[in-house]
């Protein structure tokens, strides 16, 4: 199988999944249109996430060419509630940037019904066949109002925003969401909404609002949410390796998987996931890859960004997500790189330690 086509895994397990979903009464689901989502009935796609500062068109480039994901989606677009435009010129061209065929989701970030709503439209006439909202960042500097993960905080305003966000969009729209804000257990109060208001997919990351990146995501959370809708559920959240991917496709039901900081690391995780490749790449198969990988992202971002000091501020943030402990002290010289010829220069001397 190649890398650029989607896939279907082994057969997983599903029994105790299906049987709950044979439970559900029909006559309780709203009849929804399936045809708009960004991948083909009966593929189990792999998503590259959404980060912002990190997943711009120069990234996502990169990982189309290297890996092609089966679905990639736009660093968050913040929603003015003042401006008329709603959202600002660079956010439009990413929404409407063309990505070799693979589908581009552009993902919003407001709380205010109708500026979401503006600006999703002004996102699909730029081009964006899919929309997301964002009702999981659990960063509060994105806007000055509650918006992210903070938006689990206002459930009521949920009911408003989301029935008429599904009725302005034409294409797909999904959330991207938390558990819950300090609730683990919130995000099932939620699912009758999302059912009823006919959102396309949910992408799950089972940790709290408040625990931001602290613990574990638990995807015991995904496998009962799994179960108890109808809606496509993306599993997101500390899949850092292939065994874990497999694992959490086959205990979840899960209809794909989001890789996100895990495939910021490391690219090539999307390969090994394909290929149930459950070994760990030796550390000089990683040194030859942080080596490959940053130099393409340089390149890369010396044709988006300006200056020397962008480009290097902006490729010293993909560094961060690299920690391996054997590459630690090569990684933290090319942090301290004061030049773009310097950190070429300690690029290409990256080996473990």
Not at 23 to 34: G, I, L, Y
Not at 87 to 111: F, Y
Not at 203 to 218: E, F, I, N
Not at 224 to 230: G, H, I, M, Y
Request: charge should be positive.
């Amino acid at each position: 199988m190649t890398a650029g086509k989607s896939w279907m895994p082994w057969a997983i397990n599903r029994s105790a999944t299906q049987a709950m979903s044979d439970n559900k009464s029909a006559t309780d689901q709203k009849t929804c249109n399936q045809s708009q989502r960004p991948w083909r009935e009966g593929e189990t796609p792999l998503m590259l996430a959404p980060m912002q500062g990190l997943t711009n068109r120069a990234m996502r480039g990169l990982f189309i060419d290297w890996v092609r994901p089966d679905v990639v989606f736009t660093e968050f677009m913040r929603v003015s509630n003042v401006s008329r435009k709603r959202l600002i010129r660079n956010d439009l061209t990413e929404a409407g940037s063309a990505t070799g065929g693979v589908p581009l989701v552009a993902q919003l970030v407001g709380n205010d019904v109708q500026a979401l709503v503006a600006a999703a439209r002004n996102a699909e006439a730029a081009g964006a066949q899919h929309i997301n909202l964002n009702m999981g960042c659990p960063y509060g500097r994105m806007t000055t109002s509650a918006t992210g993960g903070a938006m689990l905080q206002h459930p009521a305003q949920l009911s408003t925003i989301i029935p008429a966000l599904r009725q302005a969009i034409s294409g797909s729209f999904s959330i991207k969401m938390r558990a819950g804000y300090n609730d683990p257990e919130q995000v099932f109060s939620l699912v009758s909404l999302f059912e009823d208001s006919c959102v396309d997919f949910l992408v799950l990351h089972p940790r709290t609002v408040v625990q931001k990146y602290a613990g574990s995501a638990d995807h015991s959370i995904t496998a009962r949410l799994v179960s108890r809708t109808s809606i496509p559920v993306i599993a997101n959240g500390d899949i850092r390796s292939a065994q874990m991917a497999l694992q959490v496709l086959e205990t979840t039901g899960a209809a794909g998987l989001m890789l996100g900081r895990g495939a910021i690391a490391d690219p090539l995780l999307f390969t090994r996931i394909r290929n149930r490749d459950l070994t760990d790449p030796m550390p000089a198969e990683t040194a030859l890859m942080i080596r490959r990988y940053m130099a393409a992202v340089v390149e890369r971002y010396q044709k988006l960004f300006c200056g020397e000091k962008q480009v290097l501020d902006k490729a010293k943030n993909v560094l961060a997500f690299i920690d391996q402990p054997e590459f630690t002290r090569p990684i933290g010289k090319l942090k301290r790189a004061g030049s773009l010829a310097a950190f070429s220069d300690l690029l290409e001397q990256v080996e473990p330690s």
